[in-house]
């Protein structure tokens, strides 16, 4: 961490130092028209990680993951979450990491992931940022149980969803997880301009 023309970190504090870590850090910012400003600003770093979508061209759907997530449970809408298949990167490189996590969480064995970008999901509190991935899946693949790590406290059903379901429970608020947003108008974007050529 160190200071730059437009940033003085003048102190810091960890607020909480357990999975993740909170700090806490009081720094001068240098405002565009020169000015310097003191801030307090506090940032939780849990690592980067990783998330992918999986579509069996086959049968059109695309492969979803639901399991419970307590902060969603907080703020009151249906904790039992939708979302594409993800996990922390762990000190692995992404795409090994969401190979091993695509087995884990779903059962299934991919052989070819297209990385497509990476992407800060919160980036005024959280570190972290996603690797982004996007492949292909027949049922065949299947390799393992998939439902997660249970000494890990993970519970999660495998649903497959025809990508024109997916699409519109993303409109209706029924899926409600970014990243799984972002991988879905990712593949409804390609496909739309693969009918146009
Ligand atoms: N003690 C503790 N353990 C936790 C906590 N959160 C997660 N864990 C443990 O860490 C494991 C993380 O599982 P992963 O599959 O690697 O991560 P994830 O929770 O699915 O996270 C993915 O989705 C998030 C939400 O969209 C993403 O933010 C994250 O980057 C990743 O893609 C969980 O099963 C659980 O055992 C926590 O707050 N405290
Ligand atoms: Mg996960």
Same mark, same amino acid.
């Given at each position: 961490?160190? %200071?730059?023309?437009?940033?003085?970190?003048?102190? +810091?504090?960890?607020?909480?130092?357990?999975?993740? +870590?909170?700090?806490?850090?009081?720094? %001068?910012?240098?405002?565009?028209?020169?000015?310097?400003?003191?801030?307090?600003?506090?940032?939780?770093?849990?690592?980067?990680?990783?998330?992918?979508?999986?579509? %069996?061209?086959?049968?059109?759907?695309?492969?979803?993951?639901?399991? =419970?997530?307590?902060?969603?449970?907080?703020?009151?809408?249906?904790?039992?979450?939708?979302?594409?298949?993800?996990?922390?990167?762990?000190?692995? /490189?992404?795409?090994?990491?969401?190979?091993?996590?695509?087995?884990?969480?779903? $059962? =299934?064995?991919?052989?070819?992931?297209?990385?497509?970008?990476?992407?800060?999901?919160?980036?005024?509190?959280?570190?972290?940022?996603?690797?982004?991935?996007?492949?292909?899946?027949?049922?065949?693949?299947?390799?393992?149980?998939?439902?997660?790590?249970?000494?890990?406290?993970?519970?999660?059903?495998?649903?497959?969803?025809?990508?024109?379901?997916?699409?519109?429970?993303?409109?209706? $608020?029924?899926?409600?997880?970014?990243?799984?947003?972002?991988?879905? /108008?990712?593949?409804?974007?390609?496909? =739309?301009?693969?009918?146009?050529?």
């Amino acid at each position: 961490m160190k %200071d730059t023309e437009y940033l003085k970190v003048k102190g +810091t504090k960890v607020l909480a130092n357990e999975w993740g +870590t909170l700090t806490q850090f009081k720094v %001068d910012y240098r405002r565009k028209d020169g000015r310097w400003q003191e801030q307090i600003r506090e940032a939780y770093d849990r690592g980067h990680g990783v998330a992918c979508l999986l579509h %069996d061209p086959e049968t059109d759907c695309v492969l979803l993951t639901r399991q =419970f997530r307590l902060p969603v449970w907080l703020s009151g809408s249906d904790p039992f979450l939708i979302e594409a298949p993800a996990g922390l990167l762990e000190g692995a /490189q992404p795409e090994e990491r969401m190979r091993l996590e695509l087995i884990e969480e779903t $059962g =299934f064995e991919v052989s070819e992931l297209n990385h497509l970008f990476d992407a800060y999901m919160s980036p005024g509190s959280v570190t972290e940022y996603l690797a982004f991935f996007t492949g292909t899946y027949h049922l065949k693949n299947k390799v393992a149980v998939g439902g997660g790590a249970e000494d890990e406290g993970e519970d999660i059903e495998v649903v497959h969803v025809p990508l024109r379901d997916a699409l519109g429970m993303m409109r209706s $608020g029924e899926i409600r997880d970014a990243k799984t947003i972002i991988l879905l /108008q990712e593949l409804a974007l390609r496909q =739309f301009s693969v009918s146009k050529d």
